[in-house]
Antibody
Framework: QVQLVQSGTEVKKPGASVKVSCKASGYSVTSYYIHWVRQAPGQGLEWMGIINPSGGSTRSIQKFQGRVTITRDMSTSTVYMELSSLRSEDTAVYYC????????????WGQGTTVTVSS | QSALTQPRSVSGSPGQSVTISCTGTSSDVGGYNYVSWYQHHPGKAPKLMISDVSKRPSGVPDRFSGSKSGNTASLTISGLQTEDEADYYCCSYAGPDVVFGGGTKLTVL
């Protein structure tokens, strides 16, 4: 079946980097975008960025530009999101989601990866 | 890009209908027919309920419907059931980015 499986819980110190993986299966990975969305404790969903696995083009919102890097490894159908210069406000659950390239509906989500930033 | 505006909470009794609004601008909701809605139960991954303003994915009950007028989109849930109690988020393409609403907590009394 179509699924996205993310890497496990991370605990990082301020200033460090974290790299979350998202392994896709059950569909043509090159035909759909992968989005990254996060939810901080007590907050709503926040869209972070997107990758087109086919060509590798990416985009992230201005808030994260310079700190977030989204990449993919087509040999393993895995997308990665790396966030650097971590601060306490980056503590959140990070989700990857499969997105329709036309209507941008996010129809399959990963299980979420909890990232805690604490000294 | 600012978050779309949703009411913080709505409530209804089983069997009733509720509508959740989502207000944006001509740069997002009003500019594209790419509005989607997600149901989010705490501790679980969000679930797509509506895409393309009003399209229901396979498996989503027809009690859920979406619409849009100008810069405001709406999600209507009819025949409320206890399992509908969750957080609901609207989402819009905002070329070239994507923006979510702040979320609405639905309580089924």
């Amino acid at each position: 079946q179509v699924q996205l499986v993310q890497s496990g819980t991370e605990v990082k110190k301020p200033g460090a980097s974290v790299k979350v993986s998202c392994k896709a299966s059950g569909y043509s990975v090159t035909s759909y975008y992968i989005h990254w969305v996060r939810q901080a404790p007590g907050q709503g969903l926040e869209w972070m960025g997107i990758i087109n696995p086919s060509g590798g083009s990416t985009r992230s919102i201005q808030k994260f530009q310079g700190r977030v890097t989204i990449t993919r490894d087509m040999s393993t159908s895995t997308v990665y999101m790396e966030l650097s210069s971590l601060r306490s406000e980056d503590t959140a659950v990070y989700y990857c989601a499969k997105g329709d390239p036309i209507d941008y509906g996010l129809d399959v989500w990963g299980q979420g990866t909890t990232v805690t930033v604490s000294s | 890009q600012s978050a779309l505006t949703q009411p913080r909470s709505v409530s209804g009794s089983p069997g009733q209908s509720v509508t959740i609004s989502c207000t944006g601008t001509s740069s997002d909701v009003g500019g594209y027919n790419y509005v989607s809605w997600y149901q989010h139960h705490p501790g679980k991954a969000p679930k797509l309920m509506i895409s393309d303003v009003s399209k229901r994915p396979s498996g989503v009950p027809d009690r859920f419907s979406g619409s849009k007028s100008g810069n405001t989109a709406s999600l209507t849930i009819s025949g409320l059931q206890t399992e509908d109690e969750a957080d609901y988020y609207c989402c819009s393409y905002a070329g070239p980015d994507v923006v979510f609403g702040g979320g609405t907590k639905l309580t089924v009394l």
